[in-house]
């Protein structure tokens, strides 16, 4: 729902700037592992408006070519002789990820009727580029004309591979008081304070090889062990808040040979902690006794591995307390919500930092045709904008 809008913080030429911005990102490809060139981009413009970059070392627990990067904005406000005057003030994180989801095609940004598309057959990249985008413009309009809180821009590779980056990274190392991400495909104005935990599971059947034509009856089909497990397995969305895939399987050797090795990768997802446990050991637990009927009687290795944490914001939380009073100043009414997916929230929260994931406008996200309008863009840097005049805002909370 959208209500009467004040006048954008967003100028003509800061509209420019962050699309044209948002062009130029989505064209330098980095998928998970692969972010350097975009991260030395983002680089390259922050030190140009002055602000200095830090990088860490989590490419090496990240599985990435680089490290996430922290860069912070002091307050300021201009005087009316020109100097700046730094004010001591709250800090706001502001967070958005560099990797995008494996191509399918290159991307050429194109613009038509308002929206950026990919004039080619495969993802944009808006997500995250969409926020890289506007946290840049963001700091380009900081740097001109100061702003009313501290701000740390925190850039993460290996969002796409579990939150690989935010995991490994340092939250002692912030010094916000709380912080947002702008990584949910959903209309502005949808604030995330519910997402679900997250676990892979992964299981390798062995067989025994053997002529398919001349001595099946000496072979034990590792396939057909990892089909009735499939069988067995409730898939897809159980309820509200939990849901259960097998994404991919892959065994055997050649049409003419029982196979003798299959593995499966599937995930949990689920808001509530103990039904996600509950349906990895009833998983676990079909895939065994697939592994054992006597048609199959393969070996069967399982390993389960939580990605990630979910979590429920508690309703008096100051920092979606800001969001809200921000979307409303911007013209968006918000709407709480609980999501299917993880994003950096999760494993900020996981390590205690108070984090909101908010709708970046986004559509179609990890696939062809993937869009996000220009309208959007721009309705989100002024949300951005208006975090920080909230934040200011906001009354003493303990802690705060």
């Not at 100028?11 to 030395?40: D, Q, V």
């Not at 897809?236 to 003798?260: D, F, H, K, P, Q």
């Not at 997802?269 to 199959?296: M, S, T």
Request: proline fraction near 4%; glycine fraction near 8%.
């Amino acid at each position: 729902m959208t209500v009467d809008a004040p006048v954008s913080r967003v100028g003509t030429l800061e509209r420019r700037y962050l699309s044209g911005t948002f062009a130029e990102l989505c064209r330098i490809e980095s998928p998970s592992g692969h972010e350097r060139a975009c991260a030395e981009r983002v680089i390259a413009e922050l030190r140009a408006l002055g602000v200095n970059v830090h990088e860490d070392d989590a490419d090496a627990i990240a599985g990435s070519d680089c490290g996430n990067l922290l860069a912070r904005i002091p307050a300021t406000r201009q005087l009316a002789d020109g100097e700046a005057e730094t004010r001591g003030a709250r800090s706001v994180l502001l967070c958005a990820h560099l990797d995008t989801v494996p191509l399918q095609a290159p991307v050429e940004p194109v613009l038509r009727d308002g929206v950026w598309e990919n004039a080619n057959e495969g993802i944009l990249g808006a997500d995250n580029k969409a926020a890289v985008a506007v946290l840049l413009a963001l700091a380009r309009h900081i740097r001109q004309e100061g702003a009313p809180v501290d701000v740390e821009l925190l850039f993460t590779v290996g969002e796409e591979i579990a939150l690989a980056g935010a995991r490994a990274f340092d939250v002692t190392r912030l010094h916000s008081d709380f912080g947002y991400v702008f990584d949910h495909a959903s209309p502005i104005g949808e604030v995330v304070v519910g997402s679900p935990s997250h676990f892979r599971v992964q299981a390798s059947f062995r067989g025994a090889a053997a002529h398919a034509g001349i001595r099946p009856e000496e072979g034990r089909s590792a396939i057909l062990a990892a089909a009735r497990a499939i069988a067995s397995i409730p898939l897809g969305r159980l309820e509200a808040g939990t849901t259960v895939n097998l994404g991919t399987i892959s065994g055997g050797t050649a049409m003419n040979v029982v196979a003798e090795h299959c593995s499966l990768v599937g995930e949990v997802r689920a808001l509530d902690e103990q039904r996600a446990q509950a349906l990895v050991a009833e998983i676990v637990e079909r895939v065994h006794e697939a592994a054992n009927l006597p048609d199959c009687d393969c070996d069967v290795d399982v390993s389960v591995q939580r990605s990630f944490s979910g979590y429920r914001l508690p309703a008096g939380s100051p920092a979606v307390h800001v969001a809200e009073m921000a979307l409303r100043s911007c013209g968006h009414e918000p709407v709480r919500i609980s999501s299917g997916g993880g994003s950096d929230a999760n494993a900020l929260l996981a390590e205690g930092f108070e984090t909101v994931n908010l709708a970046n406008g986004t559509e179609r996200n990890h696939e062809p045709g993937e869009r996000v309008s220009v309208t959007a863009l721009e309705d989100m840097l002024d949300v951005a904008l208006a975090l920080l005049d909230e934040a200011v805002a906001l009354q003493p909370v303990a802690g705060l």
